[in-house]
């Protein structure tokens, strides 16, 4: 890892925090599979990053309350699984669920807001 991936790693975790970060690179991993481009086939790093934010935001919201879920369950869980991994796994539907706003939002774009909420309510 060069020095300057490692510093803004670093700077990743100091402004949003472990849990933010370890949401933000599972969801990154998803990136592989489902990754943000444009209509031609182009990177959009606009979505990219706005998906990765969308990931932290369910990491630090949600990491915790699954973790605490899943110990409650599950009680033999808390000693084999570490909660940061939960942290990371609960950032991919946060890539998800952004993703499909996304294209939510761009199969509409041609729409004002009052047709917006009228596709809203009959799906």
Not at 2 to 7: D, W
Not at 8 to 28: R, S
Not at 61 to 66: D, K, R
Not at 68 to 96: E, F, H, T
Request: aromatic share 10%; with cysteine.
């Amino acid at each position: 890892m060069s020095a300057e991936s490692f510093g803004g790693f670093a700077a990743l975790v100091k402004l949003y925090g472990f849990k933010a970060a370890l949401g933000m690179i599972g969801a990154a991993m998803l990136y592989i599979v489902l990754p943000p481009l444009n209509s031609d086939g182009t990177f959009n790093k606009g979505e990219f990053v706005a998906r990765l934010a969308c990931a932290g935001v369910f990491s630090c919201l949600l990491g915790g309350t699954v973790y605490q879920l899943l110990c409650a369950q599950l009680p033999a869980i808390g000693a084999m699984v570490n909660a940061s991994s939960v942290d990371l796994i609960v950032g991919a539907p946060g890539w998800w669920v952004s993703r499909a706003v996304a294209l939510w939002f761009q199969r509409r774009s041609d729409k004002d807001i009052a047709e917006l909420v009228k596709d809203a309510k009959e799906h």
